[in-house]
DNA sequence: AACAATGGCGCG
DNA sequence: ACCGCGCCATTGTT
């Protein structure tokens, strides 16, 4: 085994094979303020622990001394999570000096001072540093509260740089049940809680979290809760700071920052969806699936299908075809041999005069769209705007890419005129427009420029396509002569083979998409032709193999040990965001080859889009809204009037921002004005 | 009842 | 041994 050893969280079995090198010890007290410990244990006054700000007044100073300051913590309490439901209630600000101020938002209202505004002027100063955990919350309120569009700026979010000092860590750790997996992965928590735990040594209860903010006087007990989590941000942001520095890191979580406010407007605009529209298709969509479903089940019972008595639910007789073991035993009891009823499979079997499998095929699709999609959807809408608001994740995958949830923004369907059909609900309010804007063939492009392939450089430098180019090289003919189907399939070889596709994929995917049947003899030719066109790829594969056995300090810190390092394998964006590989699994596994061949790619394609955003959101009018991204595309709503301009806005700081970070490969993006997200 | 694993499928 | 996600229902386990 070849394979590097890299650490393991401290009190595993494994422990003692990990080398530890404490670099620098650093105490973490002394950059807490002297009466830490006293606050901790309660025994204080109250005006040791934290200062009332609910005189428009005292407020007034509390914003003198943070400018004096030039730094600030910033916390906010609310009645709720939803920022378009719920309040900002508490107010908390801490100081270097240790200095915490609390100050009732409501009682300073009362008294005629309008502190949300206030709080977005701060939020606008690019002389004080707003430091937060998960700021993307507390702007959120901020940002609900304001008639305009705050510009945010010289933000720095503890939980975003945490994550980027960590992305891709996995600890190994003993499931704490009997599973069958007895090691199980585990991302490192990024809680404010964890953070303080981890570099300050400090155990913050969350005990009045959740408890009422929307009460007509706050407990003192409440609001000592909410000065602790403020105090803890400034001497989290010290070390924090130093360890983005020591991994040269810090330009990556400024990316990160600089796109939060963009990330923040999506979530609080949302989406326009045509809500009839959508109650009627979706209701078309479930009496089909109705329909199909008894179809599927009256055949399978005339062709003798049996329930198995299964534990724990109502037994019926009727087959589930949401069961894949229902479906694949009654399957294999006509005589069809199969393994797996996944769609491949299915499709094959419908291709060969099954039209059981057809139906069971469209019953799936059917089914999905009424019930995952478009019922979810409708009860997802806000009560506030008849908009759905999904939610962004900066940092919550490895590479860097945002995720989406409840619902998911980026798995919108699109594929087909069902996907098309539903993706037209989402159409923009009387008057606006929708902007959209793509990356074009961004992967590919990436890839030129991580592997300074001349044949790739040159080919998009001179506009050409490069599908067509790998078709021609493969297939012979000239470029000209490359037929649609061909370049399709050249398209295939292109997103298989950069990421370390084997030619035996290459046949199935073949099949698969396009009905091309591809000897494995002609698989392996397009393969060999491929890497002949464009050697530096496999030797860019060969770098990105060799860093298995070249790992890289990186540092991390504790409150018990200060900043140490460890040997990790890491892999590089174009930008610099780092991703750790620790070994998944007993016998230590590192990354396999493939991860860290598209690793370095799916994560430049993520800082591009964010230096996009941050861009983007800069240079828009107040009426033009940021409303959605998935991965290589943005989408706004303008003013009718606006469009126009706001489409060659985002067509030319895509084209120069794509430009800048892959030169010498130029950048390209396709950008439409639309009524809808489906044209 | 709650949790874990799996298969399946939507997107890039 | 092609990468990255989130979400659902089923099925088995605690």
């Known amino acids: 085994m070849s394979g ?196 300050l040594g400090i155990s913050l209860s969350k005990e009045f979290q959740a ?71 979706m209701e078309q969509k479930k009496t089909q699936a109705q329909v199909l479903l008894q179809k599927l089940q009256a055949e399978a019972q005339k062709a003798g299908f049996e329930a198995r008595r299964k534990k724990g639910t109502k037994y019926s007789p009727l087959l589930n075809p949401a069961s894949s073991q229902d479906v694949l035993v009654f399957l294999q009891a006509q005589g069809y041999d199969i393994s797996s009823t996944g769609e491949a499979a299915l499709k094959e079997l419908a291709f060969n005069g099954c039209s059981w499998a057809g139906d069971l095929l469209q019953y799936r699709k059917t089914s999905k769209q009424a019930n995952d999609f478009l019922e979810k959807w409708l009860l997802k809408l806000s009560p506030i705007d008849n908009r759905l608001h999904g939610q962004y994740f900066q940092l919550s995958t490895r590479a860097g890419r945002f995720s989406s949830r409840e619902p998911n923004i980026q798995q919108v369907p699109k594929r087909g005129e069902e996907g098309l059909a539903i993706r037209r609900l989402f159409r923009a309010p009387p008057g606006k427009k929708l902007v959209k804007a793509d990356l074009s063939g961004i992967e590919l492009r990436i890839m030129a420029r991580l592997s300074q392939d001349k044949t790739m450089i040159e080919a998009f430098q001179a506009g050409q396509d490069l599908h067509k180019l790998t078709a021609s090289k493969i297939s012979g003919l000239p470029i000209e002569q490359i037929t649609k189907a061909q370049r399709q399939g050249a398209k295939a070889v292109n997103f298989l083979l950069i990421y370390g596709g084997q030619p035996e994929l290459l046949q199935k995917r073949a099949k698969e998409t396009y009905g091309v049947d591809m000897s494995l003899e002609e698989a392996k030719e397009a393969h060999r032709k491929f890497f002949q066109t464009y050697p530096e790829v496999a030797a860019f594969h060969e770098k990105q193999r060799t860093l298995k056995r070249l790992p890289k300090n990186h540092y991390l810190h504790n409150y018990e040990k200060g900043f140490y390092s460890r040997q990790a394998v890491t892999t590089q964006t174009i930008s610099g965001r780092k991703r750790i590989w620790g070994q998944r699994e007993y016998g230590y596994t590192l990354a396999s080859i493939n991860q860290l061949y598209n690793s370095p790619s799916q994560g430049t394609g993520a800082d591009l889009l964010k230096a996009i955003m941050g861009e983007v959101y800069s240079s828009l009018p107040d009426e033009v809204k940021m409303i959605g991204s998935v991965h290589d595309e943005l989408i706004l709503e303008a003013p009718e009037a606006l469009a126009q301009d706001m489409a060659s806005l985002l067509l030319g700081i895509m084209r120069r921002v794509g430009s800048e970070l892959l030169s010498p490969v130029p950048v390209d993006a396709e950008v439409e004005v639309l009524d809808s997200w489906g044209g």
């Not at 720095?156 to 740089?161: K, V």
């Not at 520095?245 to 605009?269: C, D, G, R, W, Y």
Request: hydrophobic content about 40%; overall charge negative; glycine content about 4%.
């Open 211 to 281: 408890s009422n903010w929307g009460a007509d006087t706050l407990s003192p007990e409440q609001k000592v809760y909410a000065a602790k989590d403020v105090k803890v941000l400034l001497p989290l942001h010290e070390i924090l700071m130093e360890l983005l520095q020591k991994n040269k890191l810090e330009h990556i979580a400024e990316l990160e920052f600089t796109a939060l406010p963009s990330v923040i407007e999506m979530e609080l605009t949302g989406l326009p969806l045509d809500t009839q529209a959508c109650r009627s298709l």
């Open 4 to 199: 590097v050893i890299l650490w393991l969280p401290g009190e595993t079995a494994l422990a003692p094979l990990v080398e530890k090198s404490i670099l620098k010890k650093r105490s973490s007290q002394a950059i807490l303020s002297q009466d830490q410990g006293e606050v901790l244990s309660n025994s204080v006054p109250l005006s040791h622990v934290y200062i009332e700000a609910d005189t428009p007044q005292a407020w007034k100073d509390a914003l003198q001394e943070i400018r004096a300051a030039g730094i600030c913590g910033l916390d906010l309490e609310t009645t709720g999570l939803d920022p378009l439901s719920s309040r900002a209630r508490l107010c908390q600000l801490s100081l270097p000096s240790g200095r915490v101020y609390v100050a009732d938002l409501w009682e300073l209202g009362r008294e005629g001072a309008s502190p949300l505004q206030d709080l977005g002027q701060l939020s606008e100063r690019s002389d004080i540093k707003k430091v937060g955990h998960n700021l993307k919350f507390d702007l959120s309120f901020i940002q609900a509260s304001q008639n305009r569009r705050l510009k945010m700026s010289n933000l720095f979010d503890t939980m975003l740089a945490s994550q980027v000092c960590w992305a891709g860590y996995d600890s190994l750790q003993r499931a704490d049940k009997a599973t069958k997996n007895f090691w199980k992965t585990k991302t490192p928590e990024q809680s404010l809680k964890a953070l303080a735990e981890r570099h």
